[in-house]
């Protein structure tokens, strides 16, 4: 079973004299809409919240992994003309064939940062490559028609294939990001069971506050998505701007993502990611493989400033840095990242615990990315 992915979440300073506090104290009749903003009748949700019995942890988890990973439709161009055939599919978001074959073991293992029992924190973990790094976005058909350029082509960092790359990582971006509202609304019909008026309306409010933030950012994403559709459906790739870094050696960690440019490579902030009036501009990564070694794969919408800015600080980077400091920012940011055993038994408890405490950071606080002295990946970029 896939466990539902770490995310950000904010815990919000309350006001009290903030509209949502202020109405949630008045007195509630029975048929009145919820203060909590859930759309029902008080009397069907909060009347009476603090008498209600707190689910288990593990009940909680279950009930939240069905929420996040429900099967929500075929993400295919809906501009085009092509019928979806057969179920939704878990598609891979690193290329089966490519990358991911790259790290997995005699025993058909990866690795990856999974929540650990014991623990408090994730821990790096071995799972089934099946499993690693999948969501059900397309039927089998779309899949395969969509992807067939980067799955069955060797990659050679045609703008085409880039594109591609970038299009499944924003469905995959935008199915976490639904996932995640969904999983939000759904913690607040049940988290605050059995506390105190003062902590279900602390609750409800940094949830609805999260909420508010992720479902900015899902329009962000969807745009940026209707964008990369258009130039899909109409062979227009023109529209985005690719860049494509090779390098040699063996991929041991692979990755894939789209992020919202707030920070450059050199820890420079480009824009408040918390300020909902501002849109933020999006970048996609991802690591294909070459003969010789890989690629990392950087996507945006053409005219992009903070994206391409963020691309230049990449390439502002020492070549015999840039692989480190890309792995840095990879276990730093992105959920999406899966590596091989032998690589993570090659580093030293020093370099594990450093890794060990970026995959741990919900949120990345800025500050430029420095190398380290004994690289964390031996690839050489030319
Ligand atoms: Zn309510
Ligand atoms: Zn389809």
């Given at each position: 079973?896939?466990?539902?992915?770490?995310?950000?979440?904010?815990?919000?300073?309350?006001?009290?004299?903030?509209?949502?506090?202020?109405?949630?104290?008045?007195?509630?009749?029975?048929?009145?809409?919820?203060?909590?903003?859930?759309?029902?009748?008080?009397?069907?949700?909060?009347?009476?919240?603090?008498?209600?019995?707190?689910?288990?942890?593990?009940?909680?988890?279950?009930?939240?992994?069905?929420?996040?990973?429900?099967?929500?439709?075929?993400?295919?161009?809906?501009?085009?003309?092509?019928?979806?055939?057969?179920?939704?599919?878990?598609?891979?978001?690193?290329?089966?064939?490519?990358?991911?074959?790259?790290?997995?073991?005699?025993?058909?293992?990866?690795?990856?940062?999974?929540?650990?029992?014991?623990?408090?924190?994730?821990?790096?973990?071995?799972?089934?490559?099946?499993?690693?790094?999948?969501?059900?976005?397309?039927?089998?058909?779309?899949?395969?028609?969509?992807?067939?350029?980067?799955?069955?082509?060797?990659?050679?960092?045609?703008?085409?294939?880039?594109?591609?790359?970038?299009?499944?990582?924003l469905?995959?971006?935008?199915?976490?990001k639904?996932?995640?509202?969904?999983?939000?609304?759904?913690?607040?019909?049940?988290?605050?069971?059995?506390?105190?008026?003062?902590?279900?309306?602390?609750?409800?409010?940094?949830?609805?506050?999260?909420?508010k933030g992720q479902r900015k950012s899902l329009e962000e994403s969807e745009s940026l998505r209707a964008y990369?559709?258009?130039?899909?459906?109409?062979?227009?790739?023109?529209?985005?701007?690719?860049?494509?870094?090779?390098?040699?050696?063996?991929?041991?960690?692979?990755?894939?993502?789209v992020f919202q440019c707030e920070?450059?490579?050199?820890?420079?902030?480009l824009v408040d990611m918390w300020d909902l009036s501002i849109d933020a501009e999006l970048l996609?990564?991802?690591?294909?493989?070459?003969?010789?070694?890989?690629?990392?794969?950087?996507?945006w919408h053409?005219g992009g400033i903070h994206a391409?800015a963020?691309?230049?600080?990449?390439?502002?980077?020492?070549?015999?840095?840039?692989?480190?400091?890309?792995?840095?920012?990879?276990?730093?940011?992105?959920?999406?990242?899966?590596?091989?055993?032998?690589?993570?038994?090659?580093?030293?408890?020093?370099?594990?615990?450093?890794?060990?405490?970026?995959?741990?950071?919900?949120?990345?606080?800025?500050?430029?990315?420095?190398?380290?002295?004994?690289?964390?990946?031996?690839?050489?970029?030319?």
């Open positions: 079973m896939i466990n539902v992915p770490p995310h950000p979440f904010r815990v919000s300073e309350i006001d009290e004299n903030d509209p949502f506090v202020v109405n949630a104290l008045k007195k509630h009749r029975h048929f009145d809409p919820c203060w909590c903003g859930s759309g029902k009748k008080y009397k069907k949700c909060h009347m009476n919240r603090e008498q209600e019995k707190p689910f288990t942890l593990g009940k909680l988890q279950k009930l939240q992994r069905d929420v996040f990973w429900r099967k929500r439709g075929c993400m295919y161009p809906k501009s085009s003309q092509s019928a979806c055939d057969g179920k939704i599919i878990d598609s891979h978001t690193i290329q089966r064939k490519g990358p991911l074959s790259k790290i997995v073991d005699d025993s058909g293992h990866v690795m990856h940062f999974e929540p650990s029992g014991d623990s408090a924190g994730l821990e790096a973990q071995s799972i089934g490559w099946r499993k690693a790094s999948t969501f059900p976005g397309y039927c089998r058909r779309h899949d395969s028609e969509l992807f067939g350029p980067i799955e069955n082509i060797a990659f050679d960092g045609g703008h085409e294939q880039c594109v591609l790359h970038a299009f499944r990582n469905c995959n971006e935008i199915y976490r639904q996932a995640l509202i969904d999983s939000l609304k759904f913690q607040k019909s049940i988290l605050d069971r059995g506390q105190d008026l003062d902590r279900q309306i602390a609750i409800q409010y940094s949830c609805n506050e999260n909420i990369i559709e258009k130039a899909i459906v109409g062979s227009n790739y023109g529209a985005l701007d690719s860049a494509c870094f090779f390098f040699e050696g063996d991929i041991s960690v692979v990755s894939s993502s920070f450059d490579f050199e820890g420079s902030k996609s990564h991802s690591i294909a493989n070459t003969e010789k070694g890989g690629a990392i794969v950087f996507v053409k391409k963020v691309v230049e600080s990449f390439e502002r980077i020492p070549d015999d840095e840039k692989g480190d400091v890309f792995v840095q920012y990879c276990f730093l940011n992105c959920e999406n990242t899966y590596f091989s055993a032998i690589w993570w038994k090659s580093l030293h408890s020093k370099q594990k615990a450093q890794i060990t405490s970026y995959a741990r950071a919900l949120y990345y606080e800025g500050g430029a990315f420095t190398a380290n002295k004994q690289s964390l990946v031996g690839w050489k970029f030319t």
